[in-house]
């Protein structure tokens, strides 16, 4: 899926969002709440490393008029059109700092034409329920969890007990 559909969508989330009172930018992909910033990535894929070092960071440029100013994101979304590697997976769902504030998507198989997305949120985002939503119900895409090792292991513990 090229990024330019994935910023269609995220243009579109945007627009409803405005509808719940939460504030956004135009040109970067940031939502405001009473919680704080939510800060939308969007790329075609990351090395787990980039990611550690982005994700420790949790920052997020707010353009003010002709200047900027960094704040520190509540939470981050990685948009990602092309499948998330294993290590990538496993960076999130073994770190207990991470998965509380960091959600991953997987849009690659609209590229393909389908109506499926995955996800990796465990999260408490009130914006992130609300794009998964938006992604339900306006864009009809069904979103299915990511496998994790734990719900591998899960899924293997329940066909051992059948």
């Known amino acids: 899926m090229k990024l330019s559909r994935v910023r269609e969508i995220l243009k579109r989330f ?16 940031w939502v405001e709440t009473k919680k704080g910033y939510h800060n939308f990535l969007s790329t075609r894929s990351i090395h787990p490393s980039s990611f550690k070092s982005i994700a420790t960071n949790r920052k997020c440029v707010v353009r ?15 948009l ?30 609209i590229s393909e034409g389908k109506n499926l997305g995955f996800k990796l949120n465990h999260t408490d985002s009130l914006v992130f329920r609300e794009f998964e939503n938006f992604l339900k119900k306006e864009m009809k895409v069904k979103l299915s969890p990511i496998r994790t090792p734990e719900t591998d292991s899960e899924e293997h513990a329940v066909t051992k007990l059948a």
Do not use: Q
């Open 14 to 29: 945007k627009d409803l969002c405005k509808l719940h009172g939460w504030k956004t930018s135009e040109k970067d992909d």
């Open 64 to 78: 003010e008029g002709l200047s900027y100013r960094v704040v520190e994101a509540s939470y981050t979304a990685w």
């Open 80 to 109: 990602l059109s092309e499948s998330p590697s294993e290590m990538l997976i496993r960076a999130i769902s073994e770190n207990p700092d991470f998965s509380k504030k960091i959600a991953l998507y997987d849009l690659s198989p």
